[in-house]
């Protein structure tokens, strides 16, 4: 059995806490589980802490900032060819201008009278728009999604600490600041919008992050985070097989109180929230689970159809996979 009690993934073996602090919280935690990085079939161990008080689950010890650039290869899932963003085809345009303000998307009649019926159930996780609005995607990967927002009327910009997925932007034509978000060093109260999106749970000082987001942000002006739910149905099931547990990238997993608890400490309200579930996540940690290297099951057009009940189970649940949440900058 392994000593949770000391650290083995290195030459040394090292002695380590029975708790330690929470980066999220005034609590303490004490060692929870190992995980291996389980995406590059890594054999390094990496231990995990459950805060007794808000119920943050993060790696003991924080790795240093030379380690978890260490974490992402060249070849990382989001750092290659901006080939374009997202193509909004006419159900989400006809539900952005009906519901999210994009009233400057062209629609034929058919497509605008069609736009009440679907927008309660389509597209829920859209961002309002803002005219002439300023955006920021912090941790933009190759660019993507800044070339989809730029497309439906925003002037978006990014950071990214990835010399080659910054390369990536660059060719694409984007504005992307490449190097750590506090050392980008915007003026105040610069944007109307920053989106986080799957960042927050590789950051090792969410602090000092949400400060800086808050200082940037304009009053009034929107923060979106997208990130893993700790409390999710499928991280129950699988346990150290989630795919969204991702060791050793993901520094820290929240719910849904923690993350309303950091945001509120730096001026940022919660407006919206909601948990989103696709089979996605499902069917990789049933890859993980039975070791398939080969076509992975979310590719497998039946293995998504048997995925749908865990996304019906884990919505009537409240226990979605991630956390959508946007926090507005009081004025």
Same mark, same amino acid.
């Not at 080939?83 to 006809?94: C, F, I, T, V, Y």
């Not at 800044?146 to 997925?165: C, D, K, Q």
């Given at each position: 059995?392994?000593?949770?009690?000391?650290?083995?993934?290195?030459?040394?073996?090292?002695?380590?806490?029975?708790?330690?602090?929470?980066?999220?919280?005034?609590?303490?935690?004490?060692?929870?589980?190992?995980?291996?990085?389980?995406?590059?079939?890594?054999?390094?161990?990496?231990?995990?802490?459950?805060?007794?008080?808000?119920?943050?689950?993060?790696?003991?010890?924080?790795?240093?900032?030379?380690?978890?650039?260490?974490?992402?290869?060249?070849?990382?899932?989001?750092?290659?060819?901006?080939? %374009?963003?997202?193509?909004?085809?006419?159900?989400?345009?006809?539900?952005?201008?009906?519901?999210?303000?994009?009233?400057?998307?062209?629609?034929?009649?058919?497509?605008?009278?069609?736009?009440?019926?679907?927008?309660?159930?389509?597209?829920?996780?859209?961002?309002?728009?803002?005219?002439?609005?300023?955006?920021?995607?912090?941790?933009?990967?190759?660019?993507?999604?800044?070339?989809?927002?730029?497309?439906?009327?925003?002037?978006?910009?990014?950071?990214?600490?990835?010399?080659?997925?910054?390369?990536?932007?660059?060719?694409?034509?984007?504005?992307?600041?490449?190097?750590?978000?506090?050392?980008?060093?915007?003026?105040?109260?610069?944007?109307?919008?920053?989106?986080?999106?799957?960042?927050?749970?590789?950051?090792?000082?969410?602090?000092?992050?949400?400060?800086?987001?808050?200082?940037?942000?304009?009053?009034?002006?929107?923060?979106?985070?997208?990130?893993?739910?700790?409390?999710?149905? %499928?991280?129950?099931?699988?346990?150290?097989?989630?795919?969204?547990?991702?060791?050793?990238?993901?520094?820290?997993?929240?719910?849904?109180?923690?993350?309303?608890?950091?945001?509120?400490?730096?001026?940022?309200?919660?407006?919206?929230?909601?948990?989103?579930?696709?089979?996605?996540?499902?069917?990789?940690?049933?890859?993980?689970?039975?070791?398939?290297?080969?076509?992975?099951?979310?590719?497998?057009?039946?293995?998504?159809?048997?995925?749908?009940?865990?996304?019906?189970?884990?919505?009537?649940?409240?226990?979605?996979?991630?956390?959508?949440?946007?926090?507005?900058?009081?004025?």
């Amino acid at each position: 059995m392994p000593n949770p009690d000391r650290k083995t993934t290195g030459a040394a073996t090292e002695p380590l806490p029975a708790t330690a602090p929470c980066p999220l919280c005034d609590g303490t935690g004490p060692f929870h589980h190992w995980g291996r990085d389980r995406l590059y079939d890594g054999t390094a161990r990496y231990r995990y802490h459950l805060c007794n008080r808000c119920r943050a689950v993060f790696i003991v010890p924080m790795p240093t900032p030379d380690e978890i650039g260490g974490f992402y290869p060249d070849d990382y899932l989001v750092y290659g060819e901006n080939r %374009g963003g997202k193509r909004h085809r006419w159900a989400e345009r006809a539900v952005l201008r009906h519901r999210y303000h994009y009233h400057h998307l062209p629609l034929p009649f058919a497509a605008r009278a069609a736009a009440p019926l679907l927008a309660p159930f389509l597209y829920r996780d859209s961002i309002p728009f803002a005219a002439d609005g300023r955006g920021l995607d912090i941790g933009c990967g190759n660019g993507r999604f800044i070339s989809s927002m730029n497309a439906l009327g925003w002037r978006f910009e990014g950071v990214e600490f990835n010399a080659v997925a910054v390369a990536a932007c660059r060719r694409a034509g984007l504005t992307v600041f490449e190097g750590e978000f506090a050392a980008a060093g915007f003026e105040e109260n610069r944007f109307d919008l920053i989106t986080a999106r799957h960042l927050v749970e590789h950051l090792a000082t969410p602090q000092p992050f949400m400060a800086e987001v808050a200082r940037v942000l304009k009053p009034g002006g929107r923060l979106l985070i997208q990130t893993p739910n700790s409390d999710a149905l %499928g991280r129950a099931v699988f346990k150290t097989r989630w795919y969204a547990d991702d060791p050793p990238r993901h520094l820290v997993l929240y719910n849904r109180g923690n993350l309303d608890d950091l945001a509120q400490r730096h001026g940022l309200v919660p407006t919206r929230s909601m948990l989103l579930t696709t089979p996605k996540i499902v069917l990789n940690s049933f890859d993980y689970l039975i070791g398939n290297r080969g076509r992975p099951s979310r590719r497998r057009k039946l293995r998504r159809m048997l995925a749908r009940p865990y996304v019906w189970l884990a919505t009537l649940s409240r226990r979605g996979d991630e956390i959508f949440a946007i926090y507005t900058k009081r004025g």
